[in-house]
Nanobody, 115 residues
Framework: VQLQASGGGLVQAGGSLRLSCAAS????????MAWYRQAPGKQREWVAS???????NYADSVKGRFTITRDNTKSMVYLQMNSLKPEDTGVYYC??????????WGQGTQVTVSS
């Protein structure tokens, strides 16, 4: 399994970005997907997840502003980020969780929100 994240960039506070993550391999449909982020000097933190059944869950810090979706026909997962804040700055990673319990990580995409 390989994951390729894209869509990061520099945006002003209050703006929006849409992150994309493309997954290779045949396991996507049966896998749960998630987005994590890591700010400079901080540990990686969970942001949002979507199960293979499309059940979604969000960290309190992004609830109401971010939306995670998936397209099983394209093996893609997205993170729509609205009302961005400077504290949303970091490297965003997508993750794929196999039914067997294994996890794969993408390479990350940088999001920078200026105040």
């Amino acid at each position: 399994v390989q994951l390729q994240a894209s869509g990061g960039g520099l945006v002003q506070a209050g703006g929006s970005l849409r992150l994309s993550c493309a997954a290779s391999g045949s396991t996507f449909v049966m896998s749960d997907m998630a987005w994590y982020r890591q700010a400079p000097g901080k540990q990686r933190e969970w942001v949002a997840s979507i199960t293979r059944g499309r059940f979604t869950n969000y960290a309190d810090s992004v609830k109401g502003r971010f939306t995670i979706t998936r397209d099983n026909t394209k093996s893609m997962v997205y993170l729509q980020m609205n009302s961005l804040k400077p504290e949303d700055t970091g490297v965003y990673y997508c993750a794929l969780d196999l039914l067997s319990g294994g996890r794969f990580w993408g390479q990350g995409t940088q999001v920078t929100v200026s105040s």
